[in-house]
């Protein structure tokens, strides 16, 4: 009986990866993913760009907790781009974005590597670094939309 339930959980152990391998059930959902993504991060760096423009009081606090969202935020939407199916599924992106999958990704690991610079900036909790480290996310981000989102 051990030994059945300990092959058991070996294979459900081996199998996990497979079934990780597909979360997305098909390029809709893919899109549908993405998207929400996207809106989140929107929603969190509008928090901060809008302490930073001093429109709402700055709070260092929930600097550090947006930054945290972004930093793990941008690593997500990018392996949507790849999924079977995603490219028929429509979305808001130009046609350009398909023949350029390699750029899309390396701006993806500049986009989470700019988070991660960020959240060290929160962290630290000076103004100046957390707007220099900001700018710098919002401009990679900027540019990523300018060449592949449609409008």
């Not at 079977?84 to 989470?112: C, F, H, M, S, Y």
């Not at 590597?113 to 960020?118: K, M, P, R, V």
Request: glycine letters at 6%.
């Amino acid at each position: 009986m051990k030994k059945a339930l300990i092959s058991s959980l070996l294979c459900l152990s081996f199998a996990l990866p497979v079934v990780a391998a597909t979360a997305f059930t098909d390029g809709k959902d893919a899109v549908s993913y993405r998207q929400a993504n996207f809106q989140m991060i929107r929603h969190n760096m509008g928090d901060i760009q809008d302490m930073i423009r001093g429109n709402v009081a700055f709070d260092v606090e929930r600097v550090k907790r947006r930054a945290e969202a972004l930093a793990l935020l941008s690593r997500l939407p990018w392996e949507t781009f790849t999924v079977p199916g995603t490219q028929a599924a429509g979305g808001e992106v130009k046609p350009a974005i398909w023949d350029n999958l390699v750029d899309v990704q390396e701006r993806g690991e500049k986009l989470a590597a700019d988070a991660a610079a960020l959240l060290v900036a929160a962290k630290a909790g000076e103004q100046a670094a957390i707007r220099k480290a900001f700018s710098d996310y919002a401009r990679n981000c900027k540019a990523c939309h300018d060449k592949y989102k449609a409008d």
